[in-house]
């Protein structure tokens, strides 16, 4: 069942209906887009964001952004990683350390059916490039190079 929705998603991502309707770069024509009958229908679905950021595990998954990117940087993310990694630490040393060893995505799958979940979105990639996929524009930075070795996005669509 899950599988069937994952499948549906993944069509309904690439299929292109044809219609006349044209949208602006502005929210107003945007907001006035409709929305796919299958997420407006569903009740309830699970989106997970997983990746790189789950390492350090605070702050969310813009941890690097706070830590690094904004100026100034964020005093908990800065305090953090004083007080939790040796200095020089950079944020691409936290992928070796996403393993992922305890996911299965059977269980997984059967957890968001038996919850009545009628979709799944598993964050694929996120602002820091790390894709959970082989990625052929994120080499050397995405979870099949580094990190779990595997296709995260892949097993979950085929469990």
Same mark, same amino acid.
């Given at each position: 069942?899950?599988?069937?929705?994952?499948?549906?998603?993944?069509?309904?991502?690439?299929?292109?209906?044809?219609?006349?309707?044209?949208?602006?770069?502005?929210?107003?024509?945007?907001? %006035?887009?409709?929305?796919?009958?299958?997420?407006?229908? %569903?009740?309830?679905?699970?989106?997970?964001?997983?990746?790189?950021?789950?390492?350090?595990?605070?702050?969310?998954?813009?941890?690097?952004?706070?830590?690094?990117?904004?100026?100034?940087?964020?005093?908990?993310?800065?305090?953090?990683?004083?007080?939790?990694?040796?200095? @020089?630490?950079?944020?691409?040393?936290?992928?070796?350390?996403?393993?992922?060893?305890?996911?299965?995505? #059977?269980?997984?799958?059967?957890?968001?059916?038996?919850?009545?979940?009628?979709?799944?979105?598993?964050?694929?990639? #996120?602002?820091?490039?790390?894709?959970?996929?082989?990625?052929?524009?994120?080499?050397?930075?995405?979870?099949?190079?580094? @990190?779990? #070795?595997?296709?995260?996005?892949?097993?979950? @669509?085929?469990?």
């Amino acid at each position: 069942m899950l599988a069937a929705v994952v499948v549906l998603l993944v069509g309904a991502a690439l299929v292109t209906r044809s219609t006349d309707a044209r949208y602006t770069a502005d929210w107003t024509s945007l907001d %006035a887009r409709p929305l796919p009958p299958w997420y407006d229908e %569903a009740k309830f679905g699970v989106f997970v964001h997983w990746g790189v950021f789950s390492v350090p595990g605070v702050h969310s998954e813009w941890f690097w952004w706070n830590w690094r990117g904004q100026k100034p940087p964020d005093e908990t993310c800065v305090r953090y990683m004083a007080d939790n990694y040796p200095p @020089g630490f950079t944020y691409p040393e936290f992928a070796p350390r996403f393993r992922a060893e305890f996911f299965n995505p #059977h269980d997984w799958a059967d957890l968001f059916q038996a919850a009545g979940a009628k979709y799944v979105v598993l964050t694929a990639k #996120h602002h820091e490039g790390f894709t959970n996929w082989d990625s052929p524009n994120s080499w050397n930075w995405n979870s099949v190079d580094t @990190g779990p #070795h595997r296709d995260l996005v892949g097993d979950l @669509g085929d469990a």
